[in-house]
C-alpha cells in the first residue's frame, strides 16, 4: 500500500486552475445522448472514461463538450472541478509539459522548472492524495504504453480522467476503465447535423428536408464527410440537389481511387468523393495554385503531426514553384517564384475546407488519415519520388543543430522521416540515401533512445543491403551506424565483430586513408576495442587514427579534435596518467576556442578533464570541474540525459574521493535508481553506477550491503560484459576488499590472488591497477599472519569514460 499525504498549498493558488486549451464547441455539435449516457455511468461508477473510434468520428469534439460541462458549473458541493488539465497525448513529453505546468501554478512544494518530468511526477502524486475535485483528459492517445506510467490515479474519488484514442487496445480498457466506443451518426443525427451547420452559417435556404437523408447517407453518416460537405455548401453556395448530382456525377471517376479493398477503415468511397469535390472549391479560391502541391506534401507526412514551417523552407518554396501550374508569357512557361504568404494563404483555404487541421498558429499541421490516402492517390504518376525527397529535405532543414536544443521538434522530426520513408519506399533510398535517414539515427543516439536506434539502424541496413547491395557506401554507413548502437546500448562483441567487419570493407572498397568513411570507421572501432577492455589495442588504433587526421584533415579540424580526445581516453585507460592530462588540457583549450564552451563535445571534453584531474590525485580540482560539468549538463541537455547521469555518477566518486562519505552515498543512489529506470538494469552504465554504490556503502561503513551489492555486481559483469572484462576484473578485485572489511580473510586472499593473476595475464605487470592489486594482496597476507588489521587501500572504482560520438552520420 502506497500513501499519499497531500502536500500543504500555497495561499497563492488561484482556484480554479486550468491547464491547456480546451477544443471551442464545433460547429453544429450533436451531443450524441447514448454516448453521453454511458460516459455519466462509468463516470458514477468510479471508471475512468477512453473514447474510442476511428478518425473523423467526433471523439474530441464530445471529450471537449464533457470537459466544458464540468468546467462550467459552479464549484460547489460535489458540483464542478478546482482542476482541469487538457493535453494532447499523442507523446509523452506533450503529457509531462502539461502536468509540469500544473504542478507549477499548483505551487505543489519540490517543483523545479529545471526538471519538468520531476514536476510533471510531483503533479501525479498531488492527484492521487488531493481533496480537491479534478478532471484531466488525455486526447488522442496514440501509444497506449507510453501513457500507461503518466495515467493518474483516480482511485480516492476526487477526480476523473477522460481520454481519447484511435486504439482499442487492452491496456486502453484495463485496471477498471470504461472503453467507450463512439461510431457514425445515427440518420436523425445526421440530418440534425447539416440542418443546424447551415443555419448557424447563415444559409438555412440550402438545406433541403428531403435530400439531406439522401446527402447523409450518400456521405456514409461519418462526420468528417459531413463537415466537409457542409464546409462545401456554405463556401460555394450550392444546394443540396447541385450537390449531390456532382457527387454523384464524380462517384464512377473517383470509385477507382478507393476501391473497397484499400478501405481499410470503413468509411467508404463517399467521404473521397466529398474530400475532393472541396478540393476543388479550395483551388478555386487560391490565386497561388498551391493548394494541390502542397495537401501532396502533406499528404506524405505523420497524420499526428508536422511542422507547418516546413512548408517555408528553401527546398519546399523551390519545389512549389515548379510543382504548380505554370504561368504563360506568349508561347513560354514561366514558374514565378513562391513566396511565404502564398503558402500561408494556401494553408489557410486547406483549413477553411477541413482538408487540414492546426490547433493553434504554433501548433502542428495534421491530416486525417483517410484524408492523406486518398489525397496521395491522386499524385501525378511518377512525381512521388521527387515530391518524397522534397518532403524529406524539408524536414532535414528543420532539424536543430543539436536536438537537445528543442527535444520536442526533434521528436516530431524523427516521427515523420520514418512514416515517410514507409508511404514512399524506396524514394528516400534512391539514387542513394537521403541524408535525413541517417539523421534519424544520429538523433536517437543523441536522445539516449539506444534500443530504439539498434532496431531503427537493423531496418536501415537490411533495406539499403536489398536496395543498393552489400558494398554499397549507404549500406556500410548503416553497418557502422548499427556498430555504434550496439556499443552504445552495451552489446560490446555484437559492436566488436560488426565494426571489425565494416572496416575491412571500407580499407577493400575506399582505400585506408579515406577520411569520411575508412577513418572515421577505425576511429569507431577504436571505441569498440576500449568497451570490450582491449586496452592497448585501442590505444594503438587511436595513435595510427590521429596521425592520420592530422596529416589529412589539419589539426585543428573537429575530426582531429575527436581523435585527439579519444586518445587522451585511452592514454588514461592504459594507466599514462599524466599524458591524459597533458592531452586532455590541450583537447579542452581547442574545443573551447573552435567550438564554444557550450557546444556538447567541449562539454565531454570538460568532463573527462575532470576524470583525469581525479587519476593525477588532484581531488579538489576533479570535484570543483564535476560540480560545474553536472551543472552544464543538467542546463544544456536534460536531467536524464546519458550525460547528465554520467556527469552524476562521476561526481559521486569524486565527493567519495574527498571525503564527503553521505554526499557520494546520496548521490550513488539516486544514480543508479536513474539508471535503472532510464537505461535498464542490465547497461554497462548501470553497473558502473551499481559497482560504485557498493563502494560507498563501504566507505559508510555499511559493510554488509557493500558486501551483498558487490558479489551482485561481479555476476552482473561476468554474465553480461565478460570474466575478463577490466570492469569485471576491477568488480573482483572489490569484493575481495568487500570480504576484508568483513573480516572474511581467507576468503579475500583467496579472490586477490585469483585477481592479482588475471590482471598481470590481461594487463601487464606493471600497470598502475596491476600495482595496485599486489599492494593489496601484500598487506592481506600480512593480515592473515599476525593481527586482522582493516584495509585502507583506496578501492578500485570505474570512472565512466564518455568519448564523443566519431559515428559518420
Request: net charge negative; glycine share 6%.
Amino acid at each position: 500500500m502506497h500513501v499519499h499525504p497531500a502536500p500543504v498549498q500555497d495561499p497563492s493558488v488561484e482556484w480554479p486552475v486550468w491547464v491547456g486549451d480546451v477544443p471551442r464547441p464545433a460547429a453544429a455539435f450533436q451531443p450524441r445522448a447514448q454516448v453521453h449516457k454511458k460516459v455519466k455511468a462509468a463516470r458514477g461508477g468510479g471508471r475512468d472514461v477512453v473514447l474510442s473510434g476511428p478518425g473523423g468520428v467526433g471523439k474530441s469534439q464530445l471529450a471537449a463538450s464533457l470537459a466544458r460541462e464540468l468546467r462550467d458549473q459552479e464549484r460547489a458541493d460535489e458540483a464542478g472541478v478546482d482542476v482541469l488539465v487538457w493535453v494532447r497525448a499523442t507523446g509523452i513529453d506533450q503529457i509531462i509539459s502539461a502536468y509540469a505546468e500544473a504542478a507549477g501554478r499548483l505551487h505543489i512544494p519540490g517543483v523545479s522548472p529545471e526538471d519538468e518530468e520531476g514536476a510533471a511526477r510531483l503533479f501525479l502524486r498531488w492527484l492521487a492524495a488531493t481533496g480537491r475535485r479534478w478532471l484531466v483528459v488525455l486526447d488522442d492517445i496514440g501509444d497506449p504504453t507510453c501513457v500507461r506510467d503518466w495515467w493518474p490515479d483516480s482511485g480516492t474519488g476526487h477526480g476523473w480522467v477522460l481520454a481519447t484514442s484511435r486504439r482499442e487496445d487492452a491496456q486502453l480498457s484495463g485496471q477498471g476503465r470504461a472503453l467507450i466506443r463512439i461510431g457514425l451518426y445515427t440518420d436523425p443525427e445526421a440530418r440534425a447535423y447539416l440542418k443546424r451547420r447551415l443555419a448557424d452559417a447563415g444559409h438555412a435556404y440550402l438545406h433541403d428536408r428531403a435530400q439531406a437523408g439522401e446527402m447523409a447517407a450518400e456521405l456514409g453518416h461519418l462526420p468528417l464527410a459531413l463537415g466537409h460537405a457542409a464546409a462545401y455548401l456554405i463556401n460555394k453556395r450550392t444546394s443540396m440537389a447541385d450537390y449531390l448530382a456532382l457527387l454523384r456525377d464524380n462517384g464512377s471517376q473517383l470509385g477507382d481511387l478507393l476501391p473497397a479493398s484499400a478501405d481499410t477503415e470503413s468509411y467508404g468511397r463517399p467521404v473521397t468523393a466529398s474530400l475532393l469535390l472541396s478540393l476543388d472549391a479550395v483551388e478555386e479560391s487560391d490565386a497561388g495554385r498551391l493548394a494541390r502541391p502542397l495537401l501532396h506534401l502533406a499528404s506524405l507526412m505523420d497524420p499526428l503531426g508536422h511542422p507547418a514551417a516546413a512548408w517555408t523552407t528553401p527546398e519546399a518554396l523551390d519545389h512549389l514553384r515548379t510543382a504548380r501550374p505554370p504561368q504563360r508569357r506568349w508561347l513560354l512557361k514561366h514558374y514565378p517564384p513562391v513566396t511565404e504568404m502564398e503558402v500561408h494563404y494556401a494553408l489557410e483555404c486547406l483549413r477553411t475546407y477541413a482538408l487540414i487541421t492546426q490547433d493553434a498558429a504554433t501548433a502542428p499541421l495534421r491530416m486525417h488519415a483517410l484524408t492523406a490516402r486518398a489525397v496521395r492517390e491522386t499524385i501525378p504518376p511518377g512525381t512521388l519520388p521527387t515530391t518524397a525527397r522534397t518532403a524529406a529535405s524539408a524536414i532535414r532543414s528543420l532539424w536543430p543543430r543539436h536536438d537537445h536544443e528543442k527535444r520536442e521538434l526533434a521528436a516530431l522530426l524523427r516521427a515523420n522521416v520514418v512514416h515517410l520513408d514507409q508511404l514512399t519506399r524506396p524514394a528516400l533510398w534512391q539514387p542513394a540515401a537521403h541524408p535525413c535517414i541517417y539523421r534519424v539515427s544520429h538523433s536517437l543516439a543523441e536522445a539516449g533512445l539506444y534500443h530504439q536506434a539498434i532496431e531503427y539502424n537493423v531496418t536501415t541496413v537490411r533495406l539499403s543491403n536489398s536496395i543498393h547491395g552489400p558494398d554499397h557506401l549507404d549500406t556500410l554507413k548503416a553497418r557502422n551506424n548499427l556498430a555504434n548502437s550496439y556499443r552504445d546500448a552495451g552489446r560490446v562483441q555484437d559492436a566488436l565483430d560488426l565494426g571489425e567487419q565494416v572496416l575491412a570493407d571500407y580499407e577493400r572498397i575506399l582505400g585506408p586513408d579515406h577520411p569520411a568513411h575508412t577513418l572515421q570507421a577505425r576511429g569507431d572501432l577504436a571505441l569498440c576495442y576500449s568497451a570490450a577492455g582491449r586496452v592497448q589495442d585501442s590505444l594503438d588504433l587511436r595513435e595510427r587514427v590521429l596521425a592520420d587526421f592530422e596529416r589529412i584533415l589539419g589539426p585543428d579540424h573537429p575530426n582531429t579534435l575527436t581523435a585527439r580526445h579519444n586518445l587522451a581516453n585511452s592514454y588514461s585507460d592504459a594507466g599514462r596518467v599524466q599524458d591524459a592530462l597533458d592531452l586532455g588540457e590541450q583537447v579542452l583549450a581547442a574545443y573551447e576556442r573552435i567550438l564554444g564552451p557550450d557546444h556538447p563535445n567541449t562539454l565531454t571534453a570538460r568532463h573527462n578533464l575532470a576524470l583525469f584531474y581525479s587519476d593525477a590525485g588532484r581531488v579538489q580540482d576533479a570535484l570543483d570541474l564535476g560540480e560545474q560539468v553536472l551543472a552544464a549538463y543538467e542546463r544544456i541537455l536534460d536531467p536524464d540525459h546519458p550525460n547528465t547521469l554520467k556527469a552524476r555518477n562521476n561526481l559521486a566518486n569524486f565527493y567519495s574521493d574527498a571525503g564527503r562519505v553521505q554526499h557520494a552515498l546520496d548521490l550513488g543512489e539516486r544514480v543508479l535508481a536513474d539508471y535503472e529506470r532510464i537505461l535498464g538494469p542490465d547497461h554497462p552504465n548501470t553497473l558502473t553506477a551499481r559497482h560504485n554504490l557498493a563502494l560507498f556503502y563501504r566507505d559508510a561503513g555499511r559493510v554488509q550491503d557493500a558486501l551483498d551489492l558487490g558479489e551482485q555486481v561481479l555476476a552482473d559483469y561476468e554474465r553480461i560484459l565478460d570474466p575478463d572484462h577490466p570492469n569485471t576484473l576491477k568488480a573482483r578485485n572489490n569484493l575481495a576488499l568487500f570480504y576484508g572489511a568483513a573480516g572474511r580473510v581467507q576468503d579475500a586472499l583467496d579472490l586477490r590472488e585469483r585477481v592479482l593473476a588475471d590482471y598481470e595475464r590481461i594487463l601487464g605487470p606493471d600497470h598502475p591497477d596491476t600495482l595496485k592489486v599486489r599492494n593489496n594482496l601484500a598487506r592481506a597476507r600480512e593480515a592473515a599472519t599476525a593481527v586482522q588489521q582493516p584495509d585502507t587501500a583506496t578501492p578500485s572504482t570505474t570512472p565512466d569514460r564518455q568519448p564523443p560520438s566519431e559515428t559518420p552520420k
